[in-house]
């Protein structure tokens, strides 16, 4: 299976999905804990995490999957929402956590 296929089965296999260095709990760099702490401020305790600093080839196939340069990246239901900036203006506005709750995870 191609990189680029694995990436679209971990997308489609949990309503949350964030690429980004190091895991939840250990996170290796500030935006990656930057969007962590967001979520978890949404209220959100479970979602699916990939460490791409384990595995060169999704590290670089995540960005080209999305065309977007950086990582961290946040996927709700499938859509790419966007990197830390991104996640943290649409915390601001509620618009994440609207997001989050069409997306059944949020009550």
């Known amino acids: 299976m191609d990189i ?3 990436i ?3 997308i489609a296999a949990d309503p949350v999905v ?3 260095k190091g895991t939840p709990d250990f996170p290796l760099c500030g935006f ?8 978890r401020r949404c209220g959100l305790k479970d979602f699916a995490a990939y460490n791409v600093l384990e595995d060169e080839s999704l590290r670089q196939g995540i960005k080209e999957y999305a ?13 790419f929402i966007g ?7 649409m915390y601001e506005s509620g ?4 997001l989050l709750k069409e997306a059944g995870v949020l009550a």
């Open 67 to 79: 065309n977007w340069p950086t990582i961290p990246q946040l996927y709700i239901k499938g859509e």
């Open 18 to 20: 964030l690429y980004m």
């Open 95 to 98: 618009e994440l956590q609207e």
């Open 8 to 10: 679209r089965q971990q």
């Open 4 to 6: 680029q296929e694995k």
């Open 32 to 39: 990656s804990a930057a969007v962590v702490q967001v979520l």
């Open 83 to 89: 990197g830390a900036d991104i996640v943290r203006e």
